[in-house]
């Protein structure tokens, strides 16, 4: 049994490591963002503040802990680039949202999930493939 367990962990090792510094920049986009939000702070800016301060973090781990690759400028611009294109999509899920009086943390929440996706896909198939 545990050597099943062993081969599941080795198989999808790359997921499991993805899925864990995902919940990491969730929290670190969250945390940032309700904190403007918290002090005033319009809830369009203090998300797109909070997007790049995660973006960083993201790069950062996605790069070494995920993907296991050296940093690189292409792969910095890539993934810059990328996700410069999920913001779109960030603050206009947020912004729709909010237009139909959804609580601000359960929108953030609710965009997050998309966005994570999507930021997967970009950097397994395209960022960082092997």
Same mark, same amino acid.
């Given at each position: 049994?545990?050597?099943?367990?062993?081969?599941?962990?080795?198989?999808?090792?790359? #997921?499991?490591?993805? @899925?864990?510094?995902?919940?990491?920049?969730? +929290?670190? %986009?969250?945390?940032?963002?309700?904190?403007? &939000? *918290?002090?005033?702070?319009?809830?369009?800016?203090?998300?797109?503040?909070?997007?790049?301060?995660?973006?960083?973090?993201?790069?950062?781990?996605?790069?070494?802990?995920?993907?296991?690759?050296?940093?690189?400028?292409?792969?910095? #611009?890539?993934?810059? @680039?990328?996700?410069?294109?999920?913001?779109? +999509?960030? %603050?206009?899920?947020?912004?729709?949202?909010? &237009? *139909?009086?959804?609580?601000?943390?359960?929108?953030?929440?609710?965009?997050?999930?998309?966005?994570?996706?999507?930021?997967?896909?970009?950097?397994?198939?395209?960022?960082?493939?092997?």
């Amino acid at each position: 049994m545990i050597k099943k367990i062993e081969r599941l962990f080795q198989k999808y090792a790359e #997921l499991i490591r993805y @899925g864990f510094w995902g919940v990491m920049t969730v +929290i670190v %986009n969250t945390a940032v963002y309700m904190g403007f &939000s *918290f002090f005033g702070m319009d809830d369009i800016w203090a998300n797109t503040i909070a997007f790049f301060l995660a973006v960083q973090f993201a790069y950062l781990t996605n790069t070494y802990f995920v993907f296991r690759q050296p940093f690189t400028r292409k792969n910095f #611009l890539q993934f810059w @680039g990328m996700r410069i294109g999920t913001i779109l +999509i960030d %603050n206009g899920g947020m912004w729709l949202l909010l &237009s *139909f009086s959804w609580n601000n943390l359960l929108a953030k929440c609710m965009v997050n999930a998309v966005v994570i996706l999507l930021n997967y896909l970009f950097s397994k198939f395209i960022i960082f493939k092997k």
